[in-house]
Structure formats: C-alpha cells, structure tokens
T-cell receptor, first 113, second 114 residues
C-alpha cells in the first residue's frame, strides 16, 4: 500500500530555534495536509495544500507542496514551548467521491525552554 | 472545535471479549472514519462511512466491524478482542465542502486488551 516517510522521527530543540520536517512518498498526491497532535488529544489540522508548488503559511508555520507532488515540507519559525507535540503529514487519496488520508509516522517535537 | 465525542475514553478488557466504541458528532457531516494509532505507525484507517448504512474497509480492517444507523453515530466493534488490538482509537469526520481531506478528529479512546 501507499506509505509516507516522515523525517526526522524526533527533534529536541531550544526555544527560539526554527524547525524543519518533511514527508516523502513513492506515490503522487493531489492534496497534502499537516496535522499536530498534543499529548492525550486528537490531531488538529494545521495546513492544507492543494496545488503543486504551493507555499502556505499559518502564523509561524509554513508548509510547501513539492513540485513533484511526492513530497511536502513543514517549517516552524521561532519555536515556543507550546509547539511540543507530534506532527503528522498526510496525503489524500480519492476513490469515487470518497477521500482517504494516508498518514506519515509522525515527527515528535520537544522544545527546551 | 468540531463537535465530536468518543466513548468510552478509556477501556480495559480481556482477550476474547466483544468491545464497542462509539463516535458521536453534532456537525451533520456525511463522512466518518475510524483510525488506530500505534507508535511508529502514525494513524491507520480501519473503516470509514460515506453515509448512513454505507461503510467500507480501510487498510487495517481485519478483526473490526462498523455500523452507522444514524448520521451522528459511527460504531466500531471488536467482535473478539485480541492483545494486538491494544491501541488508541480515533474517530474523525469530514465535510468535503470545507476542503478535501480536512478531517476533524475526536479526543480518542485508549483501549487495553489483557
């Protein structure tokens, strides 16, 4: 089946540093999404990307839809302690009128104050 | 926040017993999903529903069944629980009108099978 490879698996950074993570696939996706999961909660949508080459920001977060449509990147600028959590990329596959998400394994981010 | 609740939030059960998890939404969204989350695997789709009484299998559906008799409720049943089904289960809903792939997740149910 389709798989998404997310890297790095974990990061431990100092508050104020910038963070970069990426997601790659052997398959093409027409939609990429980034979710964040806080401890003990369900994932929350951060950014959705619908067009190859698209660059979209949400506050300190910036995500890009790779030109090949096989990858996506998420950057967090000037990290703060509340950025702690697991970040998931997801690619959307469609069959008929039903869309299903394929998730990466997640990047665990820890921020040291 | 999307109106999604899951019950129970925690459950411990014995191997071989049946277990039903409930997902309830107040958003009237057509699509509902059940995922399991395990370390190193992210979230994997178990089953999904595209309308009342319309369901289909995801990538890890073996050992699970679902039912949707009302728009607002989507039930996940483990007919005979096994230790490999110890996991955190998430329900999600979506409305394509809000953007393809934009799923909203419930708080999760932590299931332990002894």
């Amino acid at each position: 089946g389709q798989q998404l490879n997310q890297s790095p698996q974990s990061m431990f950074i100092q508050e104020g540093e910038d963070v970069s993570m990426n997601c790659t696939s052997s398959s093409i996706f027409n939609t990429w999404l980034w979710y964040k999961q806080d401890p003990g909660e369900g994932p929350v949508l951060l950014i959705a990307l619908y067009k190859a080459g698209e660059l979209t920001s949400n506050g300190r977060l910036t995500a890009q839809f790779g030109i090949t449509r096989k990858d996506s990147f998420l950057n967090i600028s000037a990290s703060i302690p509340s950025d702690v959590g697991i970040y998931f990329c997801a690619g959307l596959t469609t069959s008929g009128n039903t869309g299903k998400l394929i998730f990466g394994q997640g990047t665990t981010l820890q921020v040291k104050p | 926040d999307a109106g999604i609740t899951q019950s129970p939030r925690h459950k411990v059960t014995e191997t071989g017993t049946p277990v039903t998890l409930r997902c309830h939404q107040t958003e009237n969204h057509r699509y509902m999903y059940w995922y399991r989350q395990d370390p190193g695997h992210g979230l994997r789709l178990i089953h999904y529903s595209y309308g009342v009484k319309d369901t289909d299998k995801g990538e890890v559906s073996d050992g699970y069944s679902v039912s949707r008799s009302k728009t607002e409720d989507f039930l996940l049943t483990l007919e005979s629980a096994t230790s490999s089904q110890t996991s955190v289960y998430f329900c999600a809903i979506s409305d394509p009108g809000r953007g393809p792939g934009t799923q909203y997740f419930g708080p999760g149910t932590r299931l332990t099978v002894l």
